[in-house]
C-alpha cells in the first residue's frame, strides 16, 4: 500500500515563496507518475503540475513561470516550488501518484492547506 505525506505549507504573502514536499513510500522500484493537485474551497480539484519517473513536466497554464515540479527518485520524494504566489493559489495541495501505464491517480496524500494573503 503506497503513503504518500505532504508537508510545507502554510501562510505567505503575496508574491512569496513556498516549496511543499511528499514523501513516498511502498512505491519503490514502481515506474510511477506524481502530480500536485490542488482544491479551493466550493472548487473542483485540479491537477497543478506532475512529473514522469524521469523528469518530463507537465503543468496547469496558471502556474506555468510560477511553480516548478521536481522529484527526487532515490529519496522517494517529490517537491513543488511555488514563487510570486497570488491569491487565487489559496487552496490545499494534494500530492498523488499513478503508474505510468494508468490513466488515474490511485495514491492520495492529506493535503497540505496553502494560503496566499493579498
Known amino acids: 500500500q503506497a503513503q504518500l505525506v505532504e508537508s510545507g505549507g502554510g501562510l505567505v504573502q503575496a508574491g512569496g515563496s513556498l516549496r511543499l514536499s511528499c514523501a513516498a513510500s511502498?512505491?519503490?522500484?514502481?515506474?510511477?507518475?506524481m502530480g500536485w493537485f490542488r482544491q479551493a474551497p466550493e472548487k473542483e480539484r485540479e491537477l497543478v503540475a506532475s512529473?514522469?519517473?524521469?523528469?518530463?513536466?507537465y503543468y496547469a497554464d496558471s502556474v506555468k513561470g510560477r511553480f516548478t515540479i521536481s522529484r527526487d527518485n532515490a529519496m522517494n520524494m517529490m517537491y513543488l516550488q511555488m514563487n510570486s504566489l497570488k491569491p487565487e493559489d489559496t487552496a490545499v495541495y494534494f500530492c498523488?501518484?499513478?503508474?505510468?501505464?494508468?490513466?488515474?491517480?490511485?495514491?492520495w496524500g492529506q493535503g497540505t492547506q496553502v494560503t496566499v494573503s493579498s
Open positions: 512529473i514522469s519517473w524521469s523528469g518530463t513536466t
Open positions: 511502498g512505491l519503490t522500484g514502481i515506474n510511477y507518475r
Open positions: 498523488a501518484a499513478r503508474r505510468a501505464d494508468s490513466g488515474t491517480y490511485s495514491s
